[in-house]
């Protein structure tokens, strides 16, 4: 027993002697508390890798905002377009005029906007069935809106 003593009292004694060397040093702190301290703050490395996951994030939801919103003006455009079409369509129809194959244009006003529309009046095998094509572009725009194609039929 008196072996268990003197080996319990000599890790005592090499711990007090280890304590008492680090307390000597001016701003020395005793290993145990340095390991808690390393593992309680973050890194510059940590720091900067978790800034550049959270930039590439905010740079994702910027560009499908961006995306976002050009997809809702067009479809905007591209609905208000395919009503224009189909109002000239039914405008045909109620005229109640049949014609062979011929062309016709005009402009329209819908949404507060200026409308370009042009018609396409084409033959059918069925004699009694004509084929009308309708573009629709903006006002001095090139590009085509909505493409509507509908059928008349001779009453």
Avoid: C
């Avoid at 390393?38 to 996951?53: D, G």
């Avoid at 930039?55 to 997809?71: D, F, H, N, Q, R």
């Avoid at 067009?74 to 194959?101: C, G, P, Q």
């Amino acid at each position: 027993m008196t072996a268990k003593i003197s080996a319990q009292q000599g890790k005592q004694r090499v711990m007090a002697h280890r304590y008492a060397m680090t307390a000597r040093l001016p701003g020395s702190v005793p290993h145990s508390i340095r390991r808690i301290r390393r593992k309680s703050a973050f890194t510059l490395i940590e720091v900067m890798v978790a800034l550049l996951v959270i930039t590439l994030g905010m740079g994702a939801v910027i560009v499908t905002t961006g995306e976002s919103g050009w997809k809702s003006s067009h479809l905007r455009e591209s609905t208000i377009a395919s009503w224009v079409a189909y109002n000239e369509i039914a405008m045909f129809r109620a005229k109640r005029s049949w014609s062979d194959a011929a062309s016709r244009s005009g402009d329209a006003e819908m949404a507060n906007a200026e409308w370009e529309w042009s018609m396409k009046i084409s033959k059918t095998d069925d004699p009694s069935l004509r084929r009308v094509d309708v573009e629709v572009s903006l006002k001095g725009e090139t590009a085509v809106k909505a493409r509507v194609t509908g059928f008349i039929a001779r009453l």
